[in-house]
């Protein structure tokens, strides 16, 4: 009872929405932007040297 | 002249500046309310996580993607402006401070209002360079000649006239000239100071591991448009939340306004070699100079914001020049980010900041595309992550309230808070996606606004030669 209180409570506070199967599309963009910007910052980090391209400040 | 009249008007030399006060909310009473919607909120992403075992990932994500923006909220509320014992103050009282005003085409009125609220500052400056970087539409010959004659004697004026170099390099003929300044003030042409904003702005320095203090911007001509008031709005709620909760972290500010920041001398002098000669793939960069000060300050201390150091900058009026703005500093931000990951530390708060931003960001690029790919499958989905999204924006700009104007009511403070939905709209399916370009074209290093008419942008070889000429300028001085 106190579990399902709090469920509607929680509805009301936040409108719910059903799943749907693009949701399955979003998650694989945020897995896939993951090792995407990994291999942004290591490459920042350690490709990078001073006079390939951008100047080290 | 008031606030909210943009640049028309004549030349008065006397003006209507706006108060503005950081507001203290009681902490108690902030976590409590706080705290509830939290809890509220996190136990519906536990709930989806729970019952939609079919999407785990994403709703795991979201989770991550929501505990981030939560501690960032909660960080944000203890923000509290920088105070100061009377023995601090004394020696702040001491303090050379100079302060550069970088003109470029900017109109006489705003300039003339600029200079007469910095020379009625509650803590004067000890020098004002005005450096007016090649303008070719405006004449300042009144403004020039009736301040030489009236500022305050305490203050050193000096004003000259260089070819147009571009911001960087106006700024750095003050940083390059002025060998006792103790704390280097940058202010745009267009940024008028509130009574106190450099009195407030000099106090974290009594922290000798204080390195850069970014002031609040606020929008001089925040009622001229619907443009300027979201701008506002987004720019309030940015300075309140992220940038706040980057103070309290540690002094981890990534963004000092370029409208009114200060710096410790000695680090802007030490560094000022690799400000003006930073280049990329082998072209000058003229971008970003508020953020590259800022990102030296990071390297040899903190970065802090200072809630009660208002500025009130002019905001663009029109579509065209919001996009332009937008894309300069979208240029910058996105050359930015990639120093903010090479030279920040990984344990520190800002650098995860970016980490995160950068995850997020190209998630939401792909997310847009997937969305436009499959719009009839992805409508009730975009639906939902804009309504859910404006809802949280919604209850994260109750920060907004943190600054207040005199020339704004309660019924005008919450017009803005109800624009919020509408700023956020406008950020998420205009602004982040220009982001894209700005990313994409950030080798383009001019400087977009304020072409009309004669003006062009510098070329690479006029910059590149600013360094070995004898520079031809105009002096005047007081």
């Known amino acids: ?57 | 002249m008031a606030a909210g009249q943009g640049g028309r008007g004549p030349v008065t030399h006397e003006y209507e500046i706006p108060r503005a006060t950081a507001a203290r909310p009681r902490l108690a009473l902030v976590y409590a309310g706080v705290g509830v919607v939290v809890a509220l909120a996190a136990a519906r992403h536990f709930y989806y996580i729970d019952k939609w075992p079919h999407y785990r990932l994403v709703t795991v994500i979201w989770a991550i993607a929501f505990a981030c923006t939560a501690l960032q909220w909660l960080v944000s509320w203890l923000e509290r402006p920088y105070t100061v014992t009377p023995r601090q103050q004394a020696r702040l009282d001491l303090m050379q401070v100079t302060v550069n005003i970088p003109v470029y085409n900017e109109e006489p009125v705003v300039l003339d209002r600029v200079l007469y609220a910095l020379f009625a500052q509650t803590r004067l400056p000890n020098r004002v360079d005005v450096v007016d970087d090649g303008s070719t539409q405006e004449d300042y010959s009144a403004v020039r000649d009736y301040w030489l004659a009236h500022h305050p004697p305490s203050v050193e004026l000096n004003w000259r006239r260089y070819p147009n170099v571009g911001k960087k390099r106006a700024q750095a003929r003050t940083f390059g000239s002025d060998a006792t300044a103790e704390v280097f003030v940058t202010l745009d042409s267009d940024t008028t100071l509130a009574r106190n904003a450099l009195e407030e702005g000099l106090k974290p320095f009594a922290d000798s591991t204080v390195h850069s203090v970014a002031g609040i911007e606020l929008a001089w001509n925040y009622g001229c448009s619907l443009l300027t008031r979201i701008k506002g709005v987004n720019a309030l709620i940015w300075q309140f939340t992220v940038c706040s909760a980057q103070s309290v972290a540690g002094g981890n500010v990534l963004v000092n306004r370029g409208t009114f920041a200060l710096y410790r001398a000695d680090m802007i002098r030490e560094t000022l070699a690799a400000y003006v000669g930073e280049t990329l793939f082998g072209r000058p960069v003229m971008l970003g100079d508020d953020t590259m000060l800022t990102l030296f300050a990071l390297n040899r201390g903190r970065a802090v914001q200072q809630p009660s150091a208002v500025c009130f900058a002019m905001y663009p009026e029109t579509l065209s020049h919001t996009l332009r703005q937008w894309t300069r500093w979208m240029r910058g931000t996105a050359l930015r980010t990639l120093w903010r990951l090479r030279y920040l530390s990984p344990a520190s708060w800002g650098w995860w900041y970016t980490a995160i931003t950068t995850w997020s960001y190209l998630a939401f690029v792909s997310v847009l595309a997937a969305v436009a790919v499959d719009w009839h499958e992805a409508r009730s989905f975009a639906a939902t992550a804009l309504s859910i999204s404006a809802a949280w924006m919604w209850l994260v700009a109750s920060r907004m309230f943190a600054v207040r104007r005199s020339d704004q009511r309660l019924i005008d403070r919450l017009e803005a808070f109800l624009l919020v939905p509408v700023a956020m709209v406008w950020l998420t399916l205009v602004l982040r996606p220009m982001r894209l370009w700005g990313t994409l074209t950030m080798r383009e290093q001019g400087w977009v606004t304020r072409r009309r008419g004669a003006e062009t942008r510098s070329s690479v070889a006029d910059v590149a030669a600013v360094g070995a000429e004898t520079p031809r300028w105009t002096s005047y001085e007081s």
Not at chain 1, 14 to 40: E, H, K, N, R
């Open chain 1, 1 to 57: 009872m106190t579990v399902r209180l709090v469920q509607v409570l929680l509805h009301i506070v936040i409108p719910g929405t059903a799943p749907t199967p693009f949701l399955s599309v979003v998650g694989d963009c945020f897995l896939w932007s993951f090792p995407a910007s990994l291999l942004i910052m290591a490459l920042v980090r350690f490709g990078w040297r001073r006079g390939k391209g951008v100047e080290d400040p």
